[in-house]
């Protein structure tokens, strides 16, 4: 045997040994087992330092365990000595995508289509991309082309959805949800319900909202969103009552969240239950500094009649945001209430002034 039939045959057992190794490793890393994986595809760069398989399946091993600069290391190296590995330039485009680097994730994936143009997967990730950097045109364009490819692909419907919402363009993206729940047979995600929702909360169609939130409270009767707007919805048709039972539901489970408890103490308020919305708003501030809880309480002094202490705590607000006609509205309307017109009139003459004239303004005078 000749030397370079003994080099042929020592290439071709190390690239069986390669191969044999490589497809052990794939496996550890779809098992779960990501040390032993790496270890494998370690084994082969110490053979072939440029080879693509473990340099891509360490790259995987890493962005499993969710450390996205590592990978992007090895996929960078893996696209140095083999430029165009669409293994690598998935997970390269992944990695900026979970970083919210998104215009990087769009040139990689570009980069991915001048080879693959019409691949489903990764047009619906580059709409995500342009949706989430705010291009509706080139998003809804991409979704659409997806649709053409394939008529009822979830991903790109979802999208669109996601899309026209995130624009306030409610109705649109009310009938992509629609279409999602058309196609879903009675098995809809409840995210898919809470989106229907939502669309309504926004287009003050209430009712049709209450329908949706229950739907899904009896798919989840914790669900957060459903709770969320269920309250909202019944707050939007001035049934307090009803939305303190889902604020306080919220509460339940997730007692320090200020935004709920501001809710809830506005609710008691609108009802008469003033004990109780001072303590809600005062659990909110125990938590932090919140505007609405500092409004809530100011709204209750001025109905208790403490107009100086709902003045100071009007006037503050105002410093911080000088040009909330609500705030303005308030603080007047207390002066007044006290019998001293000229301190109203002169706060509004000192205001206007000020240079923070807006709009609307005029109705205060």
């Given at each position: 045997m000749s030397d370079s039939?003994?080099?042929?045959?020592?290439?071709?057992?190390?690239?069986n040994e390669i191969a044999e190794i490589s497809k052990k490793g794939y496996q550890l890393l779809k098992d779960n087992q990501i040390n032993d994986a790496i270890d494998c595809f370690t084994k082969i760069l110490?053979?072939?330092?440029?080879?693509?398989?473990?340099?891509?399946?360490?790259?995987?091993?890493?962005?499993?365990r969710g450390n996205n600069r590592e990978a992007i290391h090895y996929y960078q190296r893996c696209l140095t000595h083999h430029p165009g590995n669409n293994y690598a330039l998935f997970g390269l485009a992944d990695?900026?995508?979970?970083?919210?680097?998104?215009?990087?994730?769009?040139?990689?994936?570009?980069?991915?289509?001048s080879h693959d143009n019409n691949n489903i997967t990764v047009l619906t990730r580059v709409a995500d991309a342009y949706r989430k950097v705010f291009n509706f045109n080139l998003s809804k364009e991409i979704y659409l082309k997806v649709l053409e490819l394939e008529e009822n692909?979830?991903?790109?419907?979802?999208g669109l959805g996601h899309l026209y919402y995130d624009f306030k363009k409610y109705r649109e993206a009310l009938y992509y949800w629609e279409k999602m729940l058309q196609n879903?047979?009675?098995?809809?995600?409840?995210?898919?319900?809470?989106?229907?929702?939502?669309?309504h909360r926004k287009l003050r169609s209430f009712d049709m909202g209450v329908t949706y939130f229950e739907m899904a409270l009896q798919r989840e009767s914790n669900n957060f969103y459903a709770?969320?707007?269920?309250?909202?919805?019944?707050?939007?048709?001035?049934?307090?009552?009803?939305?303190?039972?889902?604020?306080?539901?919220?509460?339940?489970?997730?007692?320090?969240?200020?935004?709920i408890l501001t809710r809830a103490g506005d609710a008691y308020r609108s009802i008469g239950n003033l004990n109780r919305a001072q303590e809600y708003y005062e659990r909110a501030l125990d938590i932090e500094y919140d505007t609405y809880a500092v409004?809530?309480?100011?709204?209750?002094?001025?109905?208790?009649?403490?107009?100086?202490?709902?003045?100071?705590?009007?006037?503050?607000?105002?410093?911080?945001?000088?040009?909330?006609?609500?705030?303005?509205?308030?603080?007047?309307?207390?002066?007044?209430?006290?019998?001293?017109?000229?301190?109203?009139?002169?706060?509004?003459?000192?205001?206007?002034?000020?240079?923070?004239f807006k709009p609307g303004f005029n109705r205060l005078i």
């Open positions: 039939d003994i080099e042929i045959e020592v290439e071709n057992q190390e690239s110490l053979l072939d330092e440029k080879n693509n398989y473990a340099l891509v399946g360490i790259g995987d091993a890493a962005r499993k990695c900026y995508k979970a970083l919210n680097q998104f215009h990087k994730a769009i040139s990689i994936w570009e980069q991915y289509l692909n979830p991903y790109a419907i979802i879903a047979d009675g098995n809809v995600d409840i995210r898919v319900l809470t989106s229907i929702g939502n669309c709770l969320f707007g269920l309250a909202d919805c019944h707050r939007g048709m001035n049934r307090q009552d009803h939305s303190l039972i889902y604020w306080n539901q919220i509460l339940d489970f997730d007692a320090r969240n200020k935004v409004l809530g309480l100011a709204l209750l002094a001025k109905t208790r009649e403490k107009y100086d202490e709902a003045i100071d705590s009007l006037r503050q607000l105002i410093q911080h945001d000088p040009q909330n006609l609500r705030l303005l509205s308030e603080l007047t309307d207390c002066y007044q209430k006290t019998g001293d017109k000229q301190k109203a009139a002169d706060f509004l003459e000192e205001y206007q002034k000020s240079g923070l």
